[in-house]
């Protein structure tokens, strides 16, 4: 039997749009047959973050940042247009008039078809994060470093940096 192609994505930026044609990539090659890994690092790690209540932080710069970058699915923006939030908000309600699904939708549907989700471990630290299972949404599979990035991309047929 043949191996399944691999597609690997980064996840650097936190932006609603960005988060959303991740998501729409991976969802669709998983559809396709292709084993998908997703590596959320620096503003990406906010899409994976708990939705709910804070994240501790050891250290004062950590905890402003931490404080300054709440974070989670909900509050992402977009990268252009957001105009204090109106952009946002009329995004997502075109998204919910041609059916298309909210960033929880799609975490919870890439997470079922197998897409797996990682954190990276090497920058939790600087964005005032604790590498920490519970610090992320429980549809995230592992926390791993760059490394792991690295020898799943080398595998990869595509891999992208989004």
Not at 9 to 34: K, N
Not at 118 to 132: H, N, S
Request: proline share 1%; glycine share 10%.
């Amino acid at each position: 039997m043949a191996e399944k192609e691999k597609l690997t994505i980064a996840v650097l930026s936190g932006d609603l749009e960005r988060a959303l044609a991740a998501f729409m990539l991976a969802t669709t090659g998983a559809a396709m047959g292709m084993e998908v890994s997703m590596f959320f690092t620096f503003w990406g790690l906010n899409i994976i973050k708990r939705n709910e209540g804070g994240i501790k932080s050891k250290g004062l710069m950590r905890k402003m940042l931490n404080l300054m970058n709440r974070g989670g699915s909900k509050r992402l923006k977009l990268s252009r247009f957001n105009m204090l939030g109106l952009g946002t908000w009329m995004m997502k309600r075109l998204m919910k008039d041609v059916n298309m699904p909210s960033i929880d939708e799609f975490i919870t549907m890439a997470h079922q078809m197998g897409v797996k989700l990682i954190a990276c471990t090497t920058t939790c630290g600087v964005m005032g994060l604790r590498p920490e299972k519970d610090t992320f949404r429980s549809e995230v599979d592992s926390l791993t470093g760059a490394a792991y990035f690295l020898g799943e991309a080398r595998q990869s047929k595509v891999t992208l940096f989004i």
